[in-house]
């Protein structure tokens, strides 16, 4: 938990820079071919235009010829000095260029040296963070808490580690504080002669606490500790309602909770990647209304002491529920998983509320146990279903639910009413082996193709071969249509629940 950040550049390498600078240009010295040949031509042309003014009996030709070497000298000698000059000018841009050269150099150095200064400073900030997380007092790790939280928010690079540490501290060991309860100091009824001496001699003063006290205190302290963490996640991965995120939301985050226990964990309207929270113990209410799992959701295994909430919820991929076990009511309404939904052998002991949810791909429901009532009214199965050996000690509704494949209630058990008005079959209904309390309710539902029941516990129901008997094509739905019981018919029972 406590490892070193990674420099982004070994220590004392120089950064790369945005734009590769070409090689200065070498001003050269003046070529000594230039000087030998230059000098003597400009002497011999002086020479000879002075003696051809200074001698006598000058010609008109010697003048041209005097004149034409005066301009050619002067003209030799003008190119001289704009080629000076324009080597001064050079000379003076070198320069500039290697002033700015060396300012550059000086600024990337400073940048070099304050970005390092800052990886040292974030690396001794993570460290202390951690360290503060590992302290023997709560008021400390709490600390340690807001600090990572600042740190990654300073830093998106590192939020992903960040919420690793913050998830790897609630997965440690941690005993909830109803677990551990305080002895009664009170007394509200008349005590015996030898137990009044007992409670007088055990309440003399600066006495210290009891064992259970005591452990009672620091369990709640941890419990403030783990609630700032569970704030923490939730309020980084919660984008707001706007259309553009929140500048607090982290983008792109993995959550592993795996075996952790959470106390009342609020996280609604959250959105993840892949979240694991397989034998996770959720102490009191559990909230992800309106979150998005844009991976695999896993609760495989999980603990809801109470209830949980997963009304609205998106499931990007498989939503894992194997043998999970909820004690109280939950809400999948309005729920969508892209992929398998999987609630073998999972206990439902309040109500479970799937009303209109949206299965992608199949779903299994095969063992699972209804302590209560369920509904699954306008539900879409796209997939198919599959509720082989099922418990349904309440009520189950699939009123006007959307069977898009197969659906399987083989060796099904309904203490309850079991309603399926207005269903629709696209394929297979397989009920067989299947028992009932009474009569399932088939008003109007509609069956496209063959159907099966078996040797299941409806015997007074006129089931039909649709694909046969029916004049409507396999493809066309097809009403339902079977007679009524007498209401002292005799149904199979279901096998008394666990």
Not at 111 to 139: C, F, I, P, T, W
Not at 203 to 224: C, N, Y
Not at 377 to 387: K, S
Not at 444 to 469: H, M, N, R, V, Y
Request: hydrophobic letters at 45%.
């Amino acid at each position: 938990m406590a490892a070193e950040l990674k420099d982004p550049a070994p220590h004392g390498a120089e950064p790369p820079v945005g734009r590769t600078m070409s090689a200065r240009p070498v001003l050269r010295p003046i070529p000594r071919w230039v000087i030998a040949a230059g000098v003597p031509v400009m002497v011999l042309v002086a020479a000879g235009a002075a003696w051809l003014f200074l001698g006598r009996g000058v010609t008109r030709d010697q003048l041209d010829a005097l004149r034409t070497a005066g301009a050619f000298g002067i003209g030799f000698g003008g190119v001289v000095g704009l080629w000076l000059a324009v080597r001064r000018q050079r000379s003076a841009e070198l320069d500039l260029l290697q002033k700015y050269e060396a300012h550059e150099m000086a600024v990337r150095a400073m940048e070099h040296n304050e970005l390092d200064a800052r990886e040292r400073r974030l690396n001794e900030l993570y460290l202390k963070a951690v360290e503060q997380l590992g302290s023997d007092k709560a008021a400390v790790r709490t600390g340690g808490v807001y600090a990572l939280e600042r740190v990654a928010q300073d830093n998106p690079s590192l939020r992903q580690t960040v919420v690793d540490v913050v998830c790897a501290y609630l997965r440690s060991p941690y005993t909830p504080p109803g677990s551990l309860r305080p002895r009664r100091l009170g007394v509200k009824r008349p005590l015996s002669a030898a137990a009044s001496a007992r409670v007088r001699s055990s309440s003399r003063p600066h006495s210290e606490p009891s064992l259970a006290v005591k452990g009672d205190d620091g369990t709640l302290q941890e419990r403030e500790v783990g609630t700032a963490a569970q704030r923490l996640l939730a309020r980084h991965l919660r984008p707001g309602l706007r259309p553009v995120p929140a500048s607090t939301f982290w983008e792109g985050i993995n959550i592993d909770l795996t075996g952790a226990t959470l106390i009342d964990f609020e996280f609604r309207d959250c959105q993840v990647g892949g979240a694991e929270f397989a034998r996770a113990k959720f102490v009191g209410a559990a909230g992800f209304s309106g979150t998005r799992f844009s991976s695999d959701a896993v609760f495989s295994w999980a603990q809801f002491s109470a209830g949980a909430v997963f009304f609205g919820a998106r499931f990007g991929r498989d939503a894992w529920f194997f043998e999970t076990d909820i004690a109280d009511d939950v809400r999948f309404d309005s729920a969508k998983v892209a992929g398998v939904s999987w609630f073998i052998r999972t206990k439902f002991g309040g109500s479970a509320n799937f009303e209109r949810v949206k299965f992608g791909d199949r779903a299994w429901f095969d063992g699972a146990t209804f302590v209560r009532y369920c509904r699954f009214n306008e539900a879409n199965f796209a997939g198919g279903v599959r509720f082989a050996d099922a418990k349904l000690v309440g009520d189950a509704s699939f009123f006007d639910a959307r069977f898009g494949k197969d659906a399987e209630f083989v060796r099904a058990q309904f203490a309850g009413d079991a309603i399926f008005a207005k269903a629709r079959f696209a394929r297979h209904a397989d009920f067989n082996g299947a028992k009932s309390k009474s009569n399932p309710d088939f008003a109007d539902a509609q069956f496209s193709i063959k159907s099966w029941i078996g040797d299941a516990g409806f015997p007074e129901l006129a089931w039909l071969d649709l694909a046969t008997s029916s004049s409507q094509s396999e493809s066309e739905a097809a009403p339902f249509t079977g007679k009524t019981p007498a209401a002292a018919t005799e149904f199979a029972r279901p096998d008394p629940p666990d």
